[in-house]
T-cell receptor, first 112, second 116 residues
Framework: SQQGEEDPQALSIQEGENATMNCSYK?????LQWYRQNSGRGLVHLIL?????REKHSGRLRVTLDTSKKSSSLLITASRAADTASYFC????????????FGQGTRLTINP | SAVISQKPSRDICQRGTSLTIQCQVD?????MFWYRQQPGQSLTLIAT?????????ESGFVIDKFPISRPNLTFSTLTVSNMSPEDSSIYLC?????????????FGPGTRLTVL
């Protein structure tokens, strides 16, 4: 079952602006992973944050995790046209041997 | 990370037929999975492909419809049997490089299946 919910479902911003996407989940997790998907192709792994971590950075990406609120956010700074894609969060439950449960995704459009 | 390839990348099939999708990894991996992504939707786990034993299927997916093989630690196949238009989806394999549940999972490029 899908436990992740992402908002917004769609986001359109101007190039150079920052984009923030949120993910909420329902059960306790071991880790949370963010992925990017371009035009229905394969998923690109962006970042993994563990349940005992609160924030991680990778280049222009910043991910936060609040386990008390069961939520995570992905911030893309200084957005580029190439960032246009769908972004998914996926949670790995504490029990479940890496069975990722995906959110519904956010469709991000960067306007030049 | 791992380099994952899938064949075919896309196919158009007639209802009632079957299609076998291959997933090849460039290194030995412990865990391999198959996901389905229906049009405009998110990903849903079909099954865990177990090396040397039967796959472990998620609720709503059965072996007769989605038989899976995993003969070694670098290769797996998923067959979509007796297809109907509702099976039109992107099918993705993924791998986890560690046996624990705390590692990254990497995905193949997907197979886009259209059933007429």
């Amino acid at each position: 079952s899908q436990q992740g919910e992402e908002d917004p479902q769609a986001l359109s911003i101007q190039e150079g602006e920052n984009a923030t996407m949120n993910c909420s989940y329902k059960t306790s997790i071991n880790n949370l992973q963010w992925y990017r998907q371009n035009s229905g192709r394969g998923l690109v792994h962006l970042i993994l944050i563990r349940s005992n971590e609160r924030e991680k950075h990778s280049g222009r990406l910043r991910v936060t995790l609040d386990t008390s609120k069961k939520s995570s956010s992905l911030l893309i700074t200084a957005s580029r046209a190439a960032d246009t894609a769908s972004y998914f969060c996926a949670t790995a439950p504490i029990q479940g041997a890496q069975k990722l449960v995906f959110g519904q995704g956010t469709r991000l459009t960067i306007n030049p | 990370s791992a380099v994952i390839s899938q064949k075919p990348s896309r196919d158009i099939c007639q209802r009632g037929t079957s299609l076998t999708i291959q997933c090849q990894v460039d290194s030995q991996v412990t865990m391999m999975f198959w996901y389905r992504q229906q049009p405009g939707q998110s990903l849903t786990l079909i099954a865990t492909a177990n090396q040397g034993s039967e796959a472990t299927y998620e609720s709503g997916f059965v072996i007769d419809k989605f038989p899976i093989s995993r003969p070694n630690l670098t290769f797996s196949t998923l067959t979509v049997s007796n297809m109907s238009p509702e099976d039109s989806s992107i099918y993705l394999c993924s791998v986890a490089l560690t046996s624990g549940n705390w590692g990254e999972q990497f995905f193949g490029p997907g197979t886009r299946l259209t059933v007429l």
